[in-house]
């Protein structure tokens, strides 16, 4: 057998092991037919043959991001104002404002990654100051966290929000002392909105999903798991496109699809069945027991400090929760849940432990997802339930500390944001960004997850936590293909495998910590193609 591409390097690593080796990788047709010493792997050549000789720099499994919103994320990365950087809330509808007459065909202005805290404000913007700059046509801007949005009278008229608007279900429009909309919307509240703004065509979703694979193969990111976004964002689900571009040949990225868990196992079923391929599986469900710390909505077992009166909420009753979650745990469906608050995530316990008990013990995999606040308790529940702890490092630089310091008691601050207490207690992690919460880059989440550096890249958080450069790719690949149970055919670099493979412009090994940021993908491959190449020396 001879290989099509062979790619050899000084640091191979194959994820096997905790360093890089001296190893060259040949592939055949979509395989990995071997792993071995340059010498070895000779034997696979013949005039064909590709070889690419990538010197000292790293040779990885591609990434697998375990927890993404592919559309979401396209939307905001392309079509979208971006308000991270914003300084205040003016400034933000400076910039929506700019945006709009740039694209005055725009019919919805849509915006993401403002954050009121960052701006050091105490209180929500309101809609009347988006008015002041465009009165006219409809502005939606949601929040870094994607669980509430700011909105402009245009929107919510267009919407149909008025005073006498009631709340839905785990949703909150922010009214003022008149009962007026202030133009906040809160978790399922966005919907009242979303369903307008997010009503594309399919021929931009087909662009949307296009720009997406191409972001993905340039930043190595061979894999992904697309979670469902919650009611605020259904309308952008982008199944449809997905199985068209399956079914033509055109996915470069790996897409495992998780449906909301809300009883319709008929459904359930139905696109499990319809979504079964190599590079399109419907993998599990996914739904949210809670919501964010900075919103309040996060469920706590105490009272938040800065707002006594709540500990946050859930999203269904406990009930309705346990019965969707033994129902679907019997049908062998793998379980994703949002949990946030330290009392999520006893729940998210307690429920799959409540499902094990009634339909009997069987690897699962099922998995809690984020876990900013945890009690020490609960911790070791993970590894004897068998519940993989899923965490996105770098979601502890996303905003300044005190979104969750001034709201929780100083016997918690240990227990915000962990990361190595779970590899210490024998867990497999699945490392992922939430994209578009934060970038897809993967390197962010590495530098993160071994720094614990804070939102100022000066000051670490919780040192305690820092993981190792081994262990964060790792989670980056084997960890995350565990998840969705195909670590028997990628997220190692192993004879048999699928050739999904990355070379970093460096070796990660080799450089200081800083340096991480600063490192680029040159060549990906999935499937056995090169879907991304920047610069790569061929002999």
């Known amino acids: 057998m001879k290989a099509d591409i062979i790619i050899q390097s000084n640091a191979v690593f194959t994820g096997i092991k ?30 064909e043959t590709r070889i690419v000789d990538a010197e000292d720099k790293l040779v990885m499994p591609g990434f697998f991001d375990s927890h993404i919103h592919l559309m979401m994320g396209s939307l905001f990365n392309h079509y979208a104002v971006p308000l991270s950087d914003t300084v205040s809330a003016e400034d933000a509808a400076e910039k929506v404002k700019a945006y709009a007459d740039e694209h005055p065909d725009a019919a919805w202005i849509i915006g993401s990654g403002w954050d009121y805290t960052a701006w050091g404000d105490n209180d929500f913007p309101d809609r009347y100051l988006l008015d002041q700059y465009i009165p006219d046509r409809p502005v939606f801007l949601i929040h870094a966290e994607a669980h509430y949005g700011w909105v402009n009278s245009k929107a919510i008229e267009i919407a149909g929000i008025t005073k006498d608007t009631a709340n839905p279900d785990y949703g909150n429009i922010y009214k003022d002392e008149n009962g007026e909309p202030t133009g906040i919307l809160i978790e399922s509240a966005m919907a009242l909105v979303g369903k307008y703004a997010y009503d594309f065509p399919a021929e931009q979703k087909r662009q949307m999903l296009q720009l997406f694979l191409d972001h993905a193969a340039s930043l190595g990111v061979t894999s992904v798991n697309d979670l469902y976004m919650s009611r605020a964002h259904e309308q952008l689900q982008g199944y449809t496109v997905f199985k068209e571009f399956d079914e033509k040949n055109q996915l470069t990225v790996r897409i495992h699809l998780y449906p909301p868990l809300d009883g319709d196992l008929e459904k359930a079923a139905e696109l499990r069945k319809t979504f079964n391929s190599p590079n399109l599986k419907m993998a599990g ?52 849940f949002h949990t946030i608050g330290d009392g999520a995530v006893r729940l998210g316990l307690d429920l799959y432990e409540h499902a094990q008990k009634e339909n009997g013990k069987r690897d699962s995999r099922h998995t809690l997802e984020h876990i900013e606040v945890i009690s020490p308790e609960d911790i070791p529940r993970f590894r004897e339930l068998g519940v993989m702890p899923s965490v996105q490092p770098y979601h502890m630089a996303l905003m300044p500390r005190e979104s969750h310091t001034e709201r929780v008691d100083e016997d918690k601050f240990p227990y915000l944001y962990p990361n190595a207490t779970f590899f210490n207690e024998g867990n497999i992690m699945p490392y992922s960004s939430d994209y578009p919460v934060i970038p897809l880059n993967p390197m962010l989440g ?26 964060a790719l790792k989670a980056y690949t084997y960890g995350s293909a565990y998840s969705v149970f195909r670590e028997n055919e990628i997220g190692t670099l192993e004879k048999g495998k699928l050739a999904d493979i990355v070379i970093l412009d460096r070796n990660l090994f080799d450089i200081p910590e800083k340096e991480i940021l600063d490192t680029n993908v040159e060549l990906t491959i999935v499937d056995g193609q090169i879907v991304y190449e920047k610069a790569t020396k061929t002999v």
């Open 18 to 47: 905790d360093h890089p080796e001296k190893l060259s990788i040949a592939v055949k047709d979509n395989k990995i037919i071997d792993v071995d010493t340059h010498a070895a792997v000779k034997k696979y050549i013949d005039e």
């Open 285 to 336: 469900l996914k739904q949210f027991i809670d919501g964010v710390v900075t919103g309040y909505t996060a469920y706590m077992l105490d009272p938040y400090k800065d707002k006594p009166e709540t500990r946050g909420e859930i999203g269904f009753s406990e009930e309705q929760l346990q019965e969707w979650v033994t129902a679907a745990d019997k049908e062998g469906y793998q379980i994703k």
């Open 446 to 471: 590495i530098y993160h997850a071994v720094t614990r550096k804070d939102y100022t890249l000066v000051d670490t958080w919780n040192e305690q936590e820092k993981v190792t450069l081994a262990q």
